[in-house]
């Protein structure tokens, strides 16, 4: 869907009264290493992003090109970061969430309407809502996908200094082969989620 088509989905919440919307959306629930970061991008009617779309249908250099074109256009972009301890800790449903209300904690900018991907998260300071795949549907939660993506990916490139044997520079840390087999060879390092499936020696290719 074109970005003009993802907008029209947003238009109904504009057409009932909302005057800033709120997308939210998260990236790295899946990974073997790294934080979740989530992204909350209010947007005010008539705010419509030319090549905004559901991240993951987007090259990286795509999606840093939209970055700054966000922050530009949006009325407010906030993220929130929690680490693998803390995923490890309270587990990665949980830690998406907390995630997610750290960015909508940061806003100074009162929606009217939070919409995300899926997430139904309860205690929030605007009504919410929720869609199924709603990074593809919506202009304002495909926004935030990208900021939360591109976010992460950074934050995944700096660790890649620190860490070059798992490659995180080219996996961000999901579960590709050459992932497994550093893991295999090095074990986990600081970053790794300890509770997921192959980390510490199970089920590793």
Do not use: W
């Not at 991008?41 to 990286?60: E, M, Q």
């Amino acid at each position: 869907m074109s970005s003009s088509d993802l907008y029209e989905f947003d238009r109904q919440f504009f057409s009932e009264g909302v005057r800033l919307l709120c997308g939210l959306d998260e990236a790295g629930r899946g990974p073997l290493a790294g934080p979740v970061v989530a992204a909350a991008a209010v947007f005010a009617k008539g705010v419509s992003i030319p090549g905004v779309a559901d991240s993951k249908t987007l090259s990286a250099e795509r999606r840093e090109e939209l970055y700054d074109v966000i922050l530009t256009k949006a009325v407010e972009v906030r993220v929130g970061i929690v680490g693998p301890g803390t995923i490890d800790r309270i587990n990665i449903l949980a830690a998406t969430h907390k995630a997610a209300k750290a960015a909508l904690s940061r806003l100074v900018a009162k929606p009217d309407l939070i919409i995300t991907d899926y997430l139904n998260l309860k205690r929030v300071q605007a009504p919410l809502k929720f869609f199924v795949r709603g990074d593809a549907i919506s202009h304002a939660i495909a926004a935030a996908s990208m900021i939360a993506k591109v976010t992460r990916d950074r934050l995944m490139m700096e660790y890649h200094e620190r860490f070059p044997q798992y490659n995180f520079a080219r996996n961000k840390g999901y579960g590709t082969r050459e992932h497994m087999e550093a893991l295999a060879k090095s074990g986990p390092c600081e970053i790794h989620r300890l509770t997921f499936k192959g980390v510490t020696g199970r089920d590793i290719f």
